[in-house]
């Protein structure tokens, strides 16, 4: 099955800077990597995703990398601000999407404080 | 568009109780899944559903613990004989058939007495 290791598992930043949270995979035919937002007592939220025919994805202030060689994907947040503290979840589908849904596992999470 | 509908939210139950926990998807959404949150760690897959069928349980333990999504009506995850372990955020995530993201209602937290 999939095994994906995230780090580091705290992150603290100054507001106004860049934070940068990274993800490995074990199983190079996975083709789909989200990223969730956890707010303390919330429910995760899809905040963006990558699929394996591209690279890079941006969002505003928010932008993942791919590298499918590595098999390593990143979550990159410019001009941090307070709000984006939370714990930040990468994951990877357990098998990879082929037409149809599969379920998704989860790395440990990273606890992002965004110092004011 | 309604998201993902979990209830309870919050739900106390003694050892040895039942509990029922309820998830209706998606407006759209024929794919269910139920993951556990154990306090200050990660998300863990325990079954994948589509309407009337288990697509995959293999992270659910094979005792105590069932589900499932009738053809009518939400997704069910029931807990048997419930234990002090058993207690954690019990997230349920609905997805498109045909695309993978996955979108999360707002949990049920069980607490077992």
């Known amino acids: 099955g999939e095994n994906v290791e995230q780090h580091p598992s705290t992150l603290s930043v100054q507001e106004g800077d860049s934070a940068v949270i990274k993800c490995t995979y074990s199983d190079s035919a996975s083709n789909y990597f989200p990223w969730y937002k956890q707010e303390l007592g919330k429910r995760p939220q899809l905040i963006i995703d990558?699929?394996?025919?591209?690279g890079e994805k941006k969002d505003q202030r928010i932008a993942v990398t791919l590298n499918k060689t590595a098999k390593h994907f990143s979550l990159h947040i410019t001009e941090t601000q307070p709000e984006d503290s939370a714990v930040y979840f990468c994951a990877a589908p357990a098998q990879p999407l082929s037409g149809s849904a599969r379920q998704l596992t989860f790395g440990s999470g990273t606890q992002l404080t965004v110092l004011p | 568009n309604a998201g993902v509908m979990q209830n309870p939210r919050h739900l106390v139950r003694r050892r040895g109780q039942e509990a029922r926990l309820r998830c209706s998807p998606m407006k759209g959404h024929s794919h269910v899944y139920w993951y556990r949150q154990l306090p200050e760690e990660g998300l863990k897959f325990m079954v994948y559903l589509q309407k009337e069928n288990i697509i995959d349980e293999s992270g659910m333990p094979k005792e105590r613990f069932s589900a499932e999504f009738p053809k009518e009506g939400p997704s069910i995850l029931r807990i048997q004989q419930v234990v002090r372990g058993d207690s954690a955020a019990y997230f349920c995530?609905?997805?498109?058939?045909?695309?993978?993201?996955?979108?999360f209602g707002p949990g049920t937290r069980l607490t077992v007495t």
């Open positions: 990558i699929r394996s025919n591209v």
């Open positions: 995530a609905s997805s498109p058939p045909d695309r993978g993201e996955q979108y």
